[in-house]
C-alpha cells in the first residue's frame, strides 16, 4: 500500500501532499478505495486520483483564505453554536468539491466515471449534512420510502433536475439505513430470527 500512495499525486484540491488511504476506512458506494486530503479533507477514488489536473498553486491560497473567512464568520464550536459550525464545514466541502481540478481522461476527453464522481460527490454532501442536522435512527425505512415515491413521481411528471435531486435524497436514505439502522423496525425483525439494524461504527458488518 505504502508504494501505491508514493505514486499519488498530490491532492487535486489544495495541493498538499499529505494524503491519508486505510483500507476498509475509506470507501466510496462501490466499495473502491479512497484516497484522503490530511490537510483539506478532500477526497476522491483513488482510482481517478491522478487523473486529475492539478490546482493553479494561486488557487489553493483562495481556497484557504475563503476557509478562514467562514470559520471566522461561524464561530468557535459551542453545543448551542455547534449546528452553525457543522453547516460552516459543509458548506466549505461542498465549495472544494466545485472548485476542485476535473478529472482528466486522454487528451480533453472526459472519463467515463465521471458523472458517477459527481453525482456520488453530491450524495456524500447531503448525506454528511443530513446526519448532522437529523442526528437518530427511528423511521429511517419509512422516510426512504417517502423519498423513492419522490422520485418516482419526478421521473414521471418533473424536469430532469428534479430527478437528479430526488435521487440524491433516495440514495442518501438508502445510506442511513445501511449506517444509522432503524430502531423502529428492530423488534419485527427480532420476532423473524433477524439481527438489528443498528449504526455501523467504522466499515461494513
Known amino acids: 500500500m505504502t508504494k501505491t ?3 499519488l499525486l498530490p491532492c487535486p484540491f489544495c495541493g498538499s501532499d499529505a494524503l ?3 483500507p476498509n476506512d475509506f470507501l466510496d458506494a462501490t466499495g473502491a478505495n479512497v484516497v484522503r486530503c490530511a490537510w483539506c479533507h ?3 477514488p483513488m482510482r481517478t486520483w491522478n487523473r486529475r489536473a492539478q490546482p493553479d498553486p494561486e488557487g489553493a491560497g483562495e481556497v484557504e483564505a475563503w476557509e478562514r473567512r467562514l470559520r471566522g464568520r461561524a464561530g468557535p ?3 448551542r453554536e455547534g449546528e452553525r459550525y457543522v453547516e460552516a464545514d459543509v458548506a466549505l466541502e461542498a465549495f472544494r468539491f466545485a472548485l476542485a481540478a476535473k478529472p482528466q481522461g486522454d487528451g480533453a476527453r472526459v472519463t467515463e466515471d465521471a458523472g458517477v464522481d459527481a453525482f456520488l460527490a453530491e450524495v456524500r454532501t447531503e448525506l454528511i449534512r443530513a446526519r ?3 442526528p437518530g435512527d427511528r423511521l429511517m425505512t419509512i422516510a426512504l420510502a417517502e423519498e423513492f415515491g419522490e422520485l418516482c413521481k419526478a421521473v414521471l411528471d418533473e424536469p430532469s433536475a428534479n430527478v437528479r435531486k430526488e435521487a ?3 440514495a442518501v436514505m438508502a445510506a442511513r439505513v445501511a449506517l444509522d439502522g432503524d430502531s423502529s423496525v428492530n423488534e419485527w425483525r427480532r420476532e423473524r430470527g433477524l439481527d438489528a439494524l443498528a449504526r455501523v461504527q467504522g466499515g461494513a458488518k
Open 5 to 7: 500512495m508514493d505514486m
Open 20 to 22: 491519508d488511504q486505510r
Open 42 to 44: 478532500g477526497a476522491a
Open 77 to 79: 464550536f459551542t453545543a
Open 132 to 134: 448532522a442536522k437529523f
Open 168 to 170: 440524491v435524497q433516495t
